[in-house]
């Protein structure tokens, strides 16, 4: 069972070397390894601010273009989402991600808590480390985010709304659920 209750990081290099790279571009690669294509993809954070005393959540609105292919609109509310690149560790992917897509940047000693990792598909390497992030006023200061449009910014809701919310994908559907628990609603 001990084999089921932990991720546990290992090197795939080794492994890759021995793929054959069947497509490969900016963002991904589909490798070959022991007959099965597997999709090679960064891993992410996965983040959902809290203000506690304005019992507001921070979402992100975008019109997202892959939406937009689907169902013509592509309008969504999403949880913040940052790649995790070989020279970032999870806690400055997560400061990264905050400052600029949110405006928000943390105190230097704010301590975060992982409430899980999940794989994002069982055909993909691309691991999803979840942080639910509660602040207090002292814990962060606002400024204007860096990554800010018309198609992009980050919105406060009330926690009252968050059966309301249209949730357009299963990592921000997972958040709210985890919110909720951490709510008690």
Do not use: H, W
Not at 38 to 62: A, G, H, Q, R, S
Not at 137 to 148: F, K, T
């Amino acid at each position: 069972m001990d084999k089921f209750s932990n991720i546990k990081k290992k090197n795939n290099v080794d492994k890759e070397e021995k793929c054959e790279i069947l497509y490969q571009d900016d963002d991904f690669k589909i490798l070959n390894y022991k007959k099965l294509n597997i999709l090679k993809e960064e891993n992410i954070v996965c983040v959902l601010p809290y203000f506690i005393e304005m019992n507001k959540i921070m979402l992100k609105y975008e019109k997202n273009k892959y939406y937009e292919y689907s169902d013509g609109i592509g309008d969504s509310l999403s949880i913040f989402t940052k790649e995790i690149k070989e020279i970032d560790t999870i806690e400055k992917a997560i400061r990264k991600e905050l400052e600029e897509e949110s405006g928000i940047i943390l105190r230097d000693d704010y301590e975060f808590e992982e409430l899980n990792t999940l794989y994002k598909s069982k055909t993909s390497t691309c691991i999803c480390y979840m942080y639910l992030i509660p602040l207090n006023e002292r814990d962060y200061q606002e400024s204007i985010p860096l990554v800010m449009d018309k198609d992009n910014k980050p919105i406060k809701i009330d926690v009252k709304y968050i059966d309301k919310i249209k949730i357009s994908d299963l990592l921000t559907g997972y958040m709210m659920l985890k919110m909720k628990e951490y709510l008690n609603v």
